[in-house]
């Protein structure tokens, strides 16, 4: 059973940098690619980041294009969510999360709280 660990939330003023992180275990976490969700309230998730199981070809959502960087380190079968740059609008609980065993599997979030 694949397990995700989100970590790296909290408190910041707009401006402001902070790196989420995701750790997996339970399979061969270096095979899958990774993506970061977020979900504010009363919104709908959405992706903000992927990265292929490579490691080279990622995805960024528009609203978050040049800020949010994604990253993986598969010795650590971890991947990181380098944000700077925030705004209020990057309010959110973040998840991560990936697709293995035909399933897609959630971490359960790290809140991201954005203070103007």
């Known amino acids: 059973q694949v397990r995700l660990v989100e970590s790296g939330g909290g408190l910041v003023q707009v401006g402001d940098s902070l790196r989420l992180s995701c750790k997996c275990s339970?399979?061969?976490?270096?095979?899958?690619?990774m993506a970061w969700f977020r979900q504010a309230a009363g919104q709908e998730r959405e992706r903000v980041a992927a990265?292929?199981?490579?490691?080279?070809?990622?995805y960024y959502a528009h609203s978050v294009k040049d800020r949010f960087t994604i990253s993986r380190d598969d010795a650590k079968d971890t991947t990181y969510l380098q944000m700077i740059s925030l705004k209020p609008e990057d309010t959110a609980v973040y998840y991560c999360?990936?697709?293995?065993?035909?399933?897609?599997?959630w971490g359960k979030g790290t809140l991201v709280t954005v203070s103007s």
């Open positions: 999360n990936t697709g293995a065993y035909g399933r897609d599997f």
């Open positions: 339970g399979g061969p976490c270096s095979e899958y690619a």
């Open positions: 990265v292929d199981w490579i490691g080279g070809a990622t």
